[in-house]
């Protein structure tokens, strides 16, 4: 029976061994999403650059800069994408802005409730204008359960290259789309909705992988010191 106590807390010692290293795993996760957090943060809150052309291959690595752009939007190249957010759901307005530096970017010119998007019932600023927003990666396909329908005009996610694809929009595009800043003005689109909030739980995870790993440490001695029922004394 002592060959099985051994075995028993070799057995607990190799799974304390697997918890200590979930546990790190969970703290190096830790420190990358505390550190990608911070990053987001300054990126946003920063001085707003101008936006970056299609031809800069960085751009997709700068997700949530505040950027700034000038331009002309292409209203009749509107679209609207399925949207959920703290004002309810509704619709993202994404509309082509021909830029004053030759190129397209879509901007998300922010939130429309159902009704509105029914009624196409929105401000559409003529002239030139300044967009300052956020820097978004685009968002291909669909979503998580439902895929992009193009043909059908049914959007689900911010899908950039389709939605370019599908309105006709030629020349240089820029690979990503901007969540326009709320205007102030109470209107519609709604814009300012971007979610800056991650979640980060890594913390709890790491401490329960390591009580975990105690814990196992813990069995081992228990069957290293005790012995088990029916062994002889």
Known sequence: MAGKRRALAGMSLLLALLFAGLGVWQVQRLQWKTQLIATVEARAHATPIPAPGPDEPDAGRRAYQAVRVQGVFAHDRETLVQAATVLGPGYWVLTPLDTD??????????????????????SRPEGAQTVRGLLRVTEPNGSFLRANDPEADRWRSRDVAAIAQTRGVTGPIAGYFIDAADDGQGGWPRGGLTVLKFSNSHLVYALTWFALAGLGVFGAWRFWREPLQGDQP
Do not use: K, Q, S, T
Request: hydrophobic share 50%; proline share 5%; charged share 25%.
């Open 101 to 122: 530096r030759g190129f397209a970017v879509l901007i998300n010119r922010g939130f429309v409730p159902g009704e509105r998007a029914a009624a196409r019932d929105w």
